[in-house]
């Protein structure tokens, strides 16, 4: 079927391995698709093989042509319908590289692979393995580190291929930034930028799909990817013909483990960013990420600031269930319903109106160290010991230690008034003085904090 150059006018450079090209996301629509309403999914299935005439350019080039002259294809259509919860179970103890092929061969053009800058390059390795056309997609989302920047342009230069960036809209961008500052998400969560910038670019990106790859692992997150399956229909985004179940996730890596990942790669000598060997497992915008500990999970180096179990930015929020939620307390505010912390004699425990009356006074029989804190929070967890020791070692030497959970209905007055940022937050009220001082370090042992202590008293 010949096709006008003005009926191609808007197609667009796209990535696939260096035999093939294929289509940008979202630049056709076949018309006449039925909608997918459930797990056995009826589609057509259009092997296309689409070759712009002197469509070949280098790495190099300085632009995309907008057009092509002539466009030739053969289009050959098949309807089935595909039974993915079974097609999962069959492919429970399948390879990465088998499912790829799978995916590959079963959607084509329509696949496109999520690449996120991290290992995500195991899942462009085994496209590349499997001999097939492949696309890949990424979210640029303006908070990126620089590292992983460059990680894209060597992974693009290796394969030889074009990584599709998807932006978020600037204008959206613009009116969270300028209503609420650069880093509003360390006040409020990471939800609404998440949203701004990941969440509304990826689902323009899948509306051009009918499915998509992605890395997730069970191991990743215990608390909401330990059930993901090797493929499913996506229960949360719609793909080209819309509605629910129009678009079909597979995840290849599902079932392996981190560690085989790496092996995998250092075996492939495949390149991987830099950020790896500075402690980053999970790499996500600059912000919002950071290194781990040798014995921490990997997704605790995610919004670390926040309490819920649930570490997901919106990108996979089907994998959030109702168990996944925290229980709240008797009153209903919202507060994971958890063992209190920081029990000891020698510290005080504050009510709301202990700190207010202890944060107005100017002149104090004796100066307090108060930790403001919320007992699920893991890095309060963390630094309990050090800090029931530092109260045994100040008893009895005019410094009085206490405790503040600011959590649940407490947090809006510790944000306003208590120069609360994220939990702990350790304050010292000086004797003669009405104004905090805020403990400036994330070092929170007992050496550290009794320096800060002995500095200021």
Request: glycine residues 8%; neutral net charge; aromatic residues 10%.
């Amino acid at each position: 079927m010949a096709l006008a150059a003005s009926s191609v006018s808007n197609l667009l450079h796209f990535a696939v391995s260096s035999d093939a090209k294929a289509p940008r996301i979202g630049s056709v629509q076949p018309l006449n698709w039925p909608h997918v309403l459930s797990s056995g999914v009826n589609y057509l299935r259009r092997g296309c093989r689409v070759k712009p005439i002197n469509s070949q350019s280098q790495r190099n080039d300085l632009f995309v042509p907008l057009a092509v002259n002539t466009l030739a294809s053969e289009v050959v259509e098949k309807a089935e319908t595909v039974d993915y919860d079974g097609l999962a179970k069959d492919f429970e103890d399948a390879s990465p590289l088998e499912i790829m092929d799978q995916a590959l061969e079963k959607f084509g053009n329509d696949i496109a692979i999520a690449f996120s800058g991290a290992e995500d390059v195991a899942l462009i390795e085994y496209a590349r393995l499997t001999g097939r056309p492949f696309r890949v997609f990424s979210l640029d989302t303006g908070r990126l580190n620089s590292e992983t920047y460059q990680f894209f342009d060597a992974v693009e230069k290796h394969y030889g291929i074009h990584i599709e960036y998807m932006f978020p809209d600037a204008v959206e961008v613009q009116g969270l930034v300028r209503n609420k500052g650069l880093f509003s998400f360390y006040e409020d969560g990471h939800q609404e930028c998440c949203r701004v910038r990941k969440v509304r670019p990826l689902r323009r990106a899948l509306k051009g799909l009918r499915a998509w790859i992605t890395g997730q692992r069970k191991d990743q997150s215990p608390g909401t990817r330990s059930e993901i399956p090797v493929v499913q229909v996506d229960p949360v985004f719609e793909g080209l013909d819309g509605g629910i179940g129009s678009l079909i996730k597979w995840n290849p890596l599902a079932n392996v483990d981190g560690k085989d990942i790496w092996n995998f790669l250092r075996t492939m000598n495949v390149p991987v960013n830099s950020l790896h060997s500075q402690g980053y497992v999970s790499i996500g915008c600059e912000p919002c990420t950071r290194p781990v500990l040798p014995w921490q999970h990997e997704r605790e180096g995610r919004w670390w600031w926040e309490d819920s179990k649930a570490k997901e930015c919106g990108l996979h929020k089907g994998n959030l269930k109702q168990g996944d939620i925290p229980q709240l307390n008797g009153n209903g505010n919202g507060t994971p319903l958890v063992n209190d912390i920081f029990i000891s004699q020698n510290l005080v425990n504050l009510n709301r109106t202990g700190i207010e009356n202890l944060s107005r006074l100017v002149n104090r029989k004796e100066p307090w160290l108060v930790v403001l804190y919320a007992p699920w929070c893991q890095f309060c967890q963390a630094m309990e010991g050090s800090y029931v020791e530092l109260g045994e070692k100040l008893a009895g030497s005019g410094v009085k230690v206490g405790k503040f959970r600011a959590d649940g209905e407490q947090k809006e007055f510790a944000k306003a008034e208590l120069q609360l940022g994220s939990f702990p937050t350790i304050l010292f009220f000086p004797k003669h003085s009405s104004k905090a001082i805020k403990y400036p370090s994330e070092k929170r042992d007992v050496d550290s904090l009794l320096a800060f202590v002995n500095a200021l008293r």
